[in-house]
């Protein structure tokens, strides 16, 4: 079956660094890719849609220069949370849709957990 | 847009006894639902989908209906174990390629 695979599964950061997270589709080209925040006990909220080869188109509210989203092949994409706050620190996951899946497949990583210190 | 409201938030049931969780929506136009099991720390696992040109779907202990003209579909789980214990998310789509739009979430505890 279709497998995402997402990291790195936990990362600690300063306040004021970037953090990079990665998305790949490991066994399917991933043709959109989308990036969601879910705080606890909350349901997914979208964050970005990307495209492969095109800019992602982000969700209201969120701010496109905070949180820097990379799609520049069919099997990875990536998230860059740049100047991180206490306030960023949440959890990632990634989910992709794409060619070699069934028609309606969205297979979603694994998550990242990421605090900010 | 569509939006997905999903029911109840919370449910306890003993081990063996079934668990049913409902979900409405509002968009007539989405024809996709798949449901999710979340458990804790991790990202979100596909548990079975129903298409709209569909009623009723089963895997195994997992049944999902679907009434197009009410617009609700709902979760059915048989026999609950414990490890069945997580949340679950109902969603909705249009098209492939589109964007997801969930429900609320079911935190599910089973007693053994």
């Known amino acids: 079956g279709a497998v995402v695979s997402q990291h790195p599964s936990r990362v600690i950061c300063k306040s004021g660094t970037s953090v990079k997270i990665e998305c790949r589709s490991l066994d399917f080209q991933a043709t959109t890719m989308f990036w969601y925040r879910q705080f606890p006990k909350q349901s997914l909220m979208l964050m970005a849609t990307s495209n492969e080869g095109s800019k992602a188109t982000y969700e209201q509210g969120v701010e496109k220069d905070k949180f820097l989203i990379n799609h520049a092949s069919l099997t990875l994409s990536t998230l860059t949370v740049t100047s991180a706050h206490p306030e960023d620190s949440s959890f990632y996951i990634c989910?992709?849709?794409?060619?070699?899946?069934?028609?309606?497949?969205?297979?979603f990583g694994s998550g990242t957990r990421l605090t900010v210190v | 847009g569509e939006n997905v409201e999903q029911h109840p938030s919370t449910l306890s049931v003993q081990e063996g006894d079934s668990a049913v969780i409902k979900c409405t929506y509002s968009?007539?136009?989405?024809?996709?639902f798949p449901w999710y099991k979340q458990e804790l720390g991790k990202g979100p696992q596909l548990i079975i989908d129903?298409?709209?040109?569909?009623g009723e779907k089963k895997d195994q202990r997992i049944a999902v209906t679907l009434n197009k003209t009410a617009k609700h579909f709902s979760l059915h789980i048989t026999e609950t174990q414990p490890e069945d214990s997580a949340v679950y998310f109902c969603a909705a789509i249009k098209a492939a390629g589109n964007k997801l739009t969930f429900g609320g979430g079911t935190r599910v505890l089973v007693k053994p």
């Open positions: 968009d007539s136009a989405s024809n996709y």
């Open positions: 989910s992709a849709s794409g060619t070699g899946v069934t028609n309606y497949g969205y297979t």
């Open positions: 129903i298409r709209s040109n569909v």
